[in-house]
């Protein structure tokens, strides 16, 4: 069993302007999963997505196959 805790970042390309989420991928190789919460709502809830989902998620972003986000 695994204790560790989550570790949240947001993107660098996020300019800090509070509309943003926040994502622990330190718990991916351990649990499988990539939390994600919103960046002005910590205490909020979390999104727990599959750690191969949001793999294809950031690999889609990068190829830009969600247009000019």
Do not use: H
Request: hydrophobic share 40%; charged share 15%.
């Amino acid at each position: 069993m695994t204790t560790e805790s989550p570790r949240w970042v947001t993107s660098s390309y996020s300019g800090n302007g509070g509309q943003c989420v926040e994502v622990a991928i330190n718990l991916a190789a351990s649990r499988g999963v990539v939390p994600v919460r919103d960046s002005k709502n910590p205490a909020g809830p979390v999104l727990g997505l599959p750690a191969e989902s949001f793999a294809f998620f950031v690999a889609g972003v990068r190829g830009g196959e969600f247009g000019g986000f």
